[in-house]
């Protein structure tokens, strides 16, 4: 099939590669051209702008946030103005329901299809062909995604037809991760200043009661104060609980347990953690608390 | 060896039957006496107050909470006064660390031993001797108990020597339990408000991200609405949260969750909760954001 | 002078009314033509659009919310395409900081000036030439504004020259509003709860500590349950709320107690408070306590 | 009237010049002996103990905490066992809603009566003779104490016959205050942040909107960032929230802004702010947002 791709990030680049080892031809796109290097040497073609990316029956974002994602779909030489009647967009951002609805209303508009598929996964994941992967949509337009998807994902989640639905479960899984780092942030500062070692706490919490992937490495990330380098940057997770917020509060759902996360994000980011992985939650309730950091 | 056993509710029960088919000779207690019967049919013998069952080497207290293992440690024909010299109180209730400390202190001013051992574990894993068991005290001691807690467990973690710090780790854990349950309400109000089904939201949680026997049981207790019987009750998950909140308080730790989750147990209770399992935090997320119950 | 007035809400509908009797020259412009009625029989002339408002020197704004300053000005027939340059857009809306650093940046390329004023008083106030109001922008544009300000308000706060910092200063006040809101509505519901007579408890408060005008409009009626008809409604705080916690975020400043404003309004809309003064955070307060509302 | 009086703090010492005044023969007793020697100095006599102030018909507490009265109440040489039979135990300390009721309970058993009544006010309000007066009790006794309480307050607002009600609408009192300390600190690191003149924002909101002593005390000690010498220590606000919180459990009251008020004041003596003003919150909100402070 041939296939574009307009977003080449870390994510991006590993998702890609493997619709070229499934034997798709691909025509790739990214803002910052010299990324998509590795992908040529693999056989993809490069696009001069988002239109060149449009000539097959699917394209595929995978990019930043809704600001990048609107520009590529609605700017000069965008996907809305170029992909073909009938053709799908097949959106794997995390991006805001707002932003899919719109989406999906522009592009039945412009007689395309609109597939939304945000994926759960670190770049590593990505590279190896091994995410989990949503998808809602129109049905025609999810069997032509389908091959696509099982190429870049170890398992696809139908989840209907309403694109949006698939936005707002990838932000309530992020919800969930951003929550389970900020109690395991407040639980490891309890226990480390009554004088408990961190690491065991942790392991035994693993052991006994959670054994799960995400208690297992923020729980790690957190007893050894590991922020850096970011997997997954503060920023982003501030993001995506802004827009879960945002999401509720146009569907009369209070989170208070959200608020707090947004409120301690932002506490994070204005104490110098641009730059620091969103597990760095833990970092602030190290200060909040009163207790040096035990490393640099 | 010659075994007290205090507290017969449905932990205790459980664990005092582990102990006789491990060939120990129990000495059992309960304040409604008739909760013996099982017991003696095993082969327990009962004990006429707290007294009566302190004349072996260990007694062991299973209780409801700290008023409740006050009274039977400090009352009139208490532990307190009748243990013998060097033998050793090994307390599994979940209490507070304020009151662990002074147990310490009290059970060594009169030359008694004092190891802390509360569990992970619903009743029925009590009951198959599965329990986690956490283990903090004097190292003489601690080996004294070591055989008993092997009967009960399937897993014992030292902690240390003070035994404070099994108590802390207890209650920590039931903190992050509580959040998680908060979280999964929270989103599961969200998803469900938009329209997602919440079992499928929960399967795909599970799934991808959590994989955790936490997130599987609260997950699907929420989806469900299945609140009743109660596992473990809502004023049970407020008492450990607030100690929880008590030892931060007095370490100076900060605990912004551990504040909120407080505040919705108690929202739960005003609004008729006080015999629904702690899962009922859903219900709490369900009625805010205006969603009428879907079962009753 | 000759001045345009757009918004004749019951806000706007008392400061143009005070215009007139200043003798200023009104020509009005409301999107709903029969508000304007009153004040034609007052002397003032009607705009068909906002366009046929800016033929003066200043053109004022008194709209709802973002969307609607935006759609009268950067509309088609739109105050920034219609007003004289060196002409002033005096906007007196409870905007965002975001809204009010694009205007003064569009108004500027225009050669137009800008100056933010948002006010603060109830319609009454309004009609009465008694409202307080702020004002920044740049010198020659405020002098230009101050005698129109001066017929509105008892008094006119200079804020310095850079418009947004009016807009913040509101949003700003309005947070402490809903704040002092939130604070009555939990203590009145805790003492009310334990059978204290709201009323007694609302006015020792106001005799002993606060004695200011809001504690005493706030505190009256929440003890009295008096939520309709709004004086200023649960959505409109709502929105305020939200807009200084998004310039809140934008600046990294935490506000754990707006997040938390945030969630109670959206309860109380979850719960069918649309039309409810935003002191209705009482409600959502006795509610949440399981107690039932004293009044229908 | 002889009247004993316990505890000469800089409350104590100001309430108690008020009643020798006033014509009163006092008894005093201070743990610190030397603190009575003003008071000496102008009539009064001095109390070995507190079981040598209860001679007469009235015995007045004026604590710190529930530790400090339940001492000299219960311990020995205490009031309870040495007060007159119909003599009134006149408690002003602020103290939690259960020994209040605890102290009712123990003098009714002992044929004593027991009169609640908190005060608002500072040290050198108490010395003027201006507290604000709080008082519960039963008809008889609260009549026995009025001549008293109007010596040392400029009004005293009566509230029924259940003292613990008193205390109730005391720490009420103090969680507003909070409250309002916490929006002040917020609002005020949010203009700060944004280059906004600090001390003219606080200008304007008292100007416009609040015009009450607790804001204008309040935001100008935070606009100053004047957080020594305390006039009400965090640690005695933490208190006060903690007893408030304490009784909404109780009851079955959520309240969620106590929550926040509780988890920042915490973090403030995490911090190192134990002797600070509790108006220090502002100093929380200026670190949590990343400014430095302006004054050391």
């Known amino acids: 099939m041939k296939v574009g791709f307009i977003g ?3 994510m991006g680049e590993g ?3 493997c619709l070229i080892r499934a034997g798709h031809q691909l025509v790739v796109y990214n803002r910052t051209a010299s990324r998509a290097d590795p992908l040529v040497a693999q056989g993809a073609t490069v696009a001069t702008d988002p239109a060149d990316a449009c000539e097959g029956e699917i394209v595929i974002t995978m990019l930043a946030d ?3 994602v ?3 779909v609605f700017g000069d030489r965008g996907v809305l103005g170029h992909l073909k009647p009938g053709a799908v967009h097949l959106s794997m951002s995390s991006i805001s329901v707002e932003l899919s609805e719109r989406l999906l209303a522009e592009h039945t508009k412009a007689s395309q299809a609109f597939v939304s598929s945000p994926v759960f996964g670190r770049p590593h994941v990505a590279a190896s062909g091994q995410l989990n992967i949503l998808m809602a949509g129109a049905p025609a337009a999810c069997k ?3 091959p696509l998807l099982e190429s870049m994902g170890q398992k696809v989640f139908p989840l209907g037809e309403r694109p949006s639905d698939a936005n707002l479960v990838k932000l309530s899984g992020n919800f969930l991760i951003a929550a389970a780092i900020e109690a395991l942030a407040e639980s490891v500062a309890l226990v480390s200043k009554a004088g408990i070692d961190r690491k065991t706490f942790v392991d035994i919490m693993n ?3 959670f054994g799960s992937p995400i208690y297992k490495i923020y729980g790690s990330l957190i007893a050894e104060e590991k922020y850096e380098p970011a997997g997954f940057a503060a920023p982003l997770g501030l993001k995506d609980v802004r827009l879960a ?3 509720a509060e146009h569907l009369r759902v209070p989170m208070p347990l959200g608020a707090l996360l947004r409120e301690r994000f932002i506490t994070l980011l204005a104490q110098g953690g641009e730059n620091l992985d969103w597990a ?3 970092l602030v309730a190290a200060r909040d608390s009163g207790q040096a950091r035990t490393k640099s």
Chains 1, 2, 3, 4 share one sequence.
Request: net charge neutral; aromatic share 0%; charged share 10%.
């Open 8 to 10: 080449l990030g870390r």
């Open 280 to 282: 760095a939650l833990g």
């Open 245 to 247: 917020l945002a999401a």
């Open 70 to 72: 609107a520009g590529v």
């Open 144 to 146: 032509t995604c389908l």
């Open 15 to 17: 998702m890609a590669g």
């Open 207 to 209: 052991t006994t009661l």
């Open 66 to 68: 809704d600001a990048a």
